[in-house]
Nanobody
Framework: EFQLVESGGGSVEAGGSLQLSCAAS????????MAWFRQVPGAGREGVAI???????NYAAFVKGRFSISRDNAKNLLTLQMNNLEPDDSAMYYC????????????????????WGQGTQVTVST
């Protein structure tokens, strides 16, 4: 059975950092296009960061220079390092996967991603 499980969310003050993790089972995230999305109540899911199967990455403009997506090959773990967090970063964050390659251009189309985790909440206070 395929499964994505996110962890690492929490509450921090503005300027703080969090690292989110996404554990994949039943799917080798190395061979898939993996991304992080976020969603606030009443809004659609917006792409935050993407890592293609070839290792290339890209980021939404509103997180560039603050967030970093990477992969721990040994653990089959996808991570999102989030630094200098802002209150507008508060959202439910989701890990998602799809085919081996994908367009890394933003905005990402969440409807094209087949695999989703349950999400982890990030809250940034002033």
């Amino acid at each position: 059975e395929f499964q994505l499980v996110e962890s690492g969310g929490g509450s921090v003050e503005a300027g703080g950092s969090l690292q989110l993790s996404c554990a994949a089972s039943g799917l080798d995230s190395t061979n898939h296009c993996m991304a992080w999305f976020r969603q606030v109540p009443g809004a659609g899911r917006e792409g935050v960061a993407i890592r293609n199967s070839d290792g290339r990455t890209n980021y939404a403009a509103f997180v560039k220079g603050r967030f970093s997506i990477s992969r721990d090959n040994a653990k089959n773990l996808l991570t999102l390092q989030m630094n200098n967090l802002e209150p507008d970063d508060s959202a439910m964050y989701y890990c998602a996967g799809r085919g081996t390659t994908c367009d890394r251009s933003f905005p990402l189309d969440y409807t094209t991603y087949h695999y989703w985790g349950q999400g982890t909440q990030v809250t940034v206070s002033t």
